[in-house]
């Protein structure tokens, strides 16, 4: 009887040691946006903008810079985060963004869909603006006291027509980037030239295009690899318990 107990004991114990080895497996890491939607979370409205982007060929290291636009009541603050490190997955993801708006949250109700800068959470919205019919076509204007939001989605250059929004809306949860494809993003006409980006060579920018899709793929299948091998131990390790059987 007490060996029968002993050997039960020690296969429950066996058993909830790799239910532990399990959960020691490769852990989903917070990225630098999760990071500042987590410190957002009292905040109802806001935008999150991908401002900048960049490599270090010295560091081989990956860069984002954000816009964050919140509202909190009538007023909206503007500001522009430090350079945050990404991983070659997240850059990959994000590498046709530049410019665009890649986290909304509007009244508690949280987006990751990919957006023009401005039309999740102003543009369209008649608490801060109106269409404006001028020569037959309609062009979203923003009241005077919201005025500094033209300039901050570039509106000043760069009108929003009620079509360009309607077909936003029209794409749904779908990431948009304008009628013509490339009217938003790190190639769109739209997009503002200024930035650390921008100033780098075009030879530059096509080789880190080359190299994060590679570097991506490749992290992407060890990081699956990773998963099938921890999850081919549990599951022999798993067998290996159930035969030792109980009450022999």
Known sequence: MKTTIFKSFTIALM????????????????????????????????????????????????????????????EISNETTEWF???????????????????????????????????????????????NNS??????????????????FRMTMYPVSYGMY???????GNSYYGSAGQTYGTRGNYTSKTTRWDSKPSTFKSRVRSRVTQSAKASKTRASNRRSRSSSRYSRSSTRSRSGGFGK
């Open 166 to 172: 309607g077909g936003y809306r029209s794409y749904r």
């Open 85 to 131: 490190n990404v991983s070659d997955i997240f850059f990959d993801k994000h590498k046709e963004d530049l410019g665009m708006e890649i986290v909304s949250k509007k009244d508690g109700v949280l987006s990751k869909k990919v957006a023009p800068a401005g039309y999740s959470n102003y543009i369209g919205n008649e608490k801060y603006g109106r269409w």
């Open 135 to 152: 020569g037959g076509s309609s062009f979203w204007e923003f009241y005077g006291k919201y005025a500094m939001l033209s300039s901050m």
């Open 15 to 74: 058993f909830f040691g790799l239910l532990s080895c399990s959960s020691s497996g490769p852990k989903y890491t917070k990225t630098a946006v999760d990071k500042l939607i987590t410190k957002l979370s009292s905040t109802p409205n806001y935008s999150i903008i991908l401002a900048d982007m960049d490599y270090s060929e010295a560091k081989n290291s990956y860069q984002h810079q954000y816009q964050i636009i919140k509202n909190v009541g009538e």
